[in-house]
């Protein structure tokens, strides 16, 4: 059976990890900036970047599963 949302889960994914790769790396390019932030603001976004990009890959099994029934 072919599966006509494809490019959703695809979309989907791609920006679960487009997140979480922004959440991991953000202090390393702020750095490379030359911006400094407080580490607790710091801590703040990673945690919501990384929050985000979990919920979206859950987010693809779970339109997977209820757009496959």
């Known amino acids: 059976m072919e599966n006509k949302f494809m490019s ?3 979309i989907l994914g791609g920006c679960a990890l487009v997140l979480i790769l922004t959440g991991l ?10 911006i400094d932030i407080s580490s607790k603001v ?5 945690s919501a970047f990384i929050i985000s ?3 979206d890959a859950w987010l693809v ?7 496959s029934e």
């Not at 099994?61 to 757009?67: T, V």
């Open 53 to 55: 990009g979990l919920l």
């Open 25 to 34: 790396l953000l202090p390393t390019v702020l750095n490379l900036l030359n």
């Open 61 to 67: 099994f779970y339109a997977k599963k209820k757009l």
């Open 42 to 46: 710091l801590y703040m976004f990673q």
């Open 8 to 10: 959703l889960y695809l």
